[in-house]
């Protein structure tokens, strides 16, 4: 399988070398020092103290020596601010049947495409305002896929691997298929724990509500996710805007089963971490607020919900961001 891993950071890294150590032929859309670092030293994967290499073809844009032509297996691993962007580096890797892995966070931009009812085919302002994504990567490329996992980047290129290897993929229409099939096997050649899903909505939108809290507001505080739980007045917020989540979901047909408590007594569980947004935050890189926060607003509208808890979230997080820097 010719592979294509568009994003070469955290997730695409783990991605990446998972794959080319199953036998798949990879290249990566990289730029600058992680660039340099591929063509060094290949995929760098670390995990239970054990570093894993892999080789990789890595080029800063399509149609370089390496990449030219239509591949297999696009992993588009970008975070939300660098989407569009990167959307424009996927389009020449696309023939009639290759497919399209988006393993990202928030609401993608093909979220309400084939998705059914009043909203079906609705464009998220937040995500794709324009349309320039929908253009470029067509939804009928895409299989959605939700990471459970952590992964963070020590140094240009080399990807440490923390708990959980689980992936679950589906088709944006709901159905099954021989292509989807096919690529639940690769992946779980490569190690993966794989789940396909016939509600990849739902699963996005559970992961969604389990992460809309943590990040924002350890944005505002500066504070790790223990300290954010361990304050009962900050915990009661961070649960009544998971409750608003917990809404909009209902009315999309993305039921929450999970209690608040419950979700937030497994993040706890995980200790005194950053939260990937803080880490961007600090490092100066834009945030995904639009993906998250922004996107959870305008389907509340949609959906009719009212939501002043999320809506206070979203405004005092981005005017922060603003006075960051980090937020266009």
Same mark, same amino acid.
């Given at each position: 399988?010719?592979?294509c891993v568009v994003g070469a950071g955290a997730v695409g890294g783990f991605l990446g070398t998972r794959l080319a150590l199953a036998g798949c032929t990879t290249t990566a859309v990289a730029r600058g020092a992680t660039r340099e670092a591929l063509e060094e030293h290949g995929w760098r994967l670390r995990t239970d103290g054990r570093l894993h290499q892999a080789p990789v073809g890595a080029v800063a844009a399509p149609g370089q020596s390496g990449i030219l032509g239509e591949q297999d297996l696009v992993v588009l691993a970008v975070k939300g601010?660098?989407?569009r962007e990167a959307s424009a580096a996927v389009a020449p +890797?696309?023939?009639p049947d290759t497919v399209v892995m988006t393993p990202m966070n928030g609401v993608p931009w093909w979220f309400l495409d084939d998705f059914g009812g009043p909203l079906a085919g609705t464009r998220l302002a937040s995500v794709d305002? @324009?349309?320039?994504?929908?253009s470029a990567v067509p939804t009928e490329h895409v299989i959605g896929c939700v990471v459970h996992a952590t992964c963070s980047v020590s140094e240009p290129g080399l990807v440490e691997h923390g708990v959980g290897d689980r992936l679950i993929v589906g088709e944006p229409r709901g159905a099954t298929s021989e292509r989807l099939r096919l690529l639940a096997d690769v992946l779980a050649t490569s190690g993966f724990e794989v789940a396909t899903s016939t509600s990849i909505?739902? @699963?996005i939108w559970y992961k969604l509500w389990g992460n809309l809290t943590m990040n924002p507001v350890s944005v505002l505080t500066g504070a790790t996710c223990d300290r954010i739980l361990d304050d009962p007045l900050v915990e009661d917020f961070c649960l009544a805007v998971m409750g608003e989540a917990a809404e909009i979901g209902?009315?999309?047909?993305?039921p929450i089963e999970q209690?608040?408590?419950d979700r937030n007594d497994v993040t706890r569980k995980l200790g005194a971490f950053k939260t990937s947004m803080l880490r961007d935050a600090e490092a100066g890189r834009p945030l995904e607020l639009d993906v998250l926060l922004g996107a959870a607003k305008e389907l509340a509208v949609l959906t009719s919900t009212a939501t002043p808890f999320l809506d206070? +979230? +979203?405004g005092l997080t981005r005017l922060s961001a603003q006075v960051r820097g980090v937020y266009r």
């Amino acid at each position: 399988m010719k592979v294509c891993v568009v994003g070469a950071g955290a997730v695409g890294g783990f991605l990446g070398t998972r794959l080319a150590l199953a036998g798949c032929t990879t290249t990566a859309v990289a730029r600058g020092a992680t660039r340099e670092a591929l063509e060094e030293h290949g995929w760098r994967l670390r995990t239970d103290g054990r570093l894993h290499q892999a080789p990789v073809g890595a080029v800063a844009a399509p149609g370089q020596s390496g990449i030219l032509g239509e591949q297999d297996l696009v992993v588009l691993a970008v975070k939300g601010p660098s989407v569009r962007e990167a959307s424009a580096a996927v389009a020449p +890797l696309l023939g009639p049947d290759t497919v399209v892995m988006t393993p990202m966070n928030g609401v993608p931009w093909w979220f309400l495409d084939d998705f059914g009812g009043p909203l079906a085919g609705t464009r998220l302002a937040s995500v794709d305002p @324009d349309g320039v994504i929908a253009s470029a990567v067509p939804t009928e490329h895409v299989i959605g896929c939700v990471v459970h996992a952590t992964c963070s980047v020590s140094e240009p290129g080399l990807v440490e691997h923390g708990v959980g290897d689980r992936l679950i993929v589906g088709e944006p229409r709901g159905a099954t298929s021989e292509r989807l099939r096919l690529l639940a096997d690769v992946l779980a050649t490569s190690g993966f724990e794989v789940a396909t899903s016939t509600s990849i909505h739902a @699963d996005i939108w559970y992961k969604l509500w389990g992460n809309l809290t943590m990040n924002p507001v350890s944005v505002l505080t500066g504070a790790t996710c223990d300290r954010i739980l361990d304050d009962p007045l900050v915990e009661d917020f961070c649960l009544a805007v998971m409750g608003e989540a917990a809404e909009i979901g209902s009315r999309l047909g993305c039921p929450i089963e999970q209690s608040g408590r419950d979700r937030n007594d497994v993040t706890r569980k995980l200790g005194a971490f950053k939260t990937s947004m803080l880490r961007d935050a600090e490092a100066g890189r834009p945030l995904e607020l639009d993906v998250l926060l922004g996107a959870a607003k305008e389907l509340a509208v949609l959906t009719s919900t009212a939501t002043p808890f999320l809506d206070a +979230l +979203l405004g005092l997080t981005r005017l922060s961001a603003q006075v960051r820097g980090v937020y266009r």
